[in-house]
């Protein structure tokens, strides 16, 4: 099982990017996906969380209104729409792929994780 996040690059502050993250070697279309991201010198956090079929979504306040999560199980595939970057959203952004239907904010319940894309906001 292989994720292969994207996307990720040096934009301004204010601008957008659009990350991707596709699964092979199984199909997750009955899972919960994630994306976390760890800034330098910090931990891993939560960024935002789907459920199997898009129905549940929750987003970290820090991005509440930024950020847009999306998938297309039929390209085993989740999207994470960044706009209204800031500084502090540099950082590495990694997608997960979580035990059950839907796994909320918690890191224990995702089970496959990518290597992470590195998004850079310049002021």
């Known amino acids: 099982v292989q994720l292969q996040a994207s996307g990720g690059g040096v934009v301004q502050a204010g601008g957008s990017l659009r990350l991707s993250c596709a699964a092979s070697?199984?199909?997750?279309?009955?899972?919960?996906m994630g994306w976390f991201r760890q800034a330098p010198g910090k931990e891993r956090e939560f960024v935002v969380s789907i459920s199997w079929n898009g129905g549940s979504i929750v987003y970290a306040d820090s991005v509440k209104g930024r950020f847009t999560v999306s998938r297309d199980n039929a390209k085993n595939t989740v999207y994470l729409q960044m706009n209204s970057l800031k500084p502090e959203d540099t950082a590495v952004y990694f997608c997960?792929?979580?035990?059950?239907?839907?796994?909320?904010?918690?890191?224990?319940?995702?089970?496959?994780w990518g290597r992470g894309t590195l998004v850079t906001v310049s002021s």
């Open positions: 070697g199984r199909t997750f279309s009955a899972n919960g």
């Open positions: 997960a792929v979580g035990l059950s239907a839907y796994s909320g904010r918690d890191q224990s319940r995702y089970r496959y």
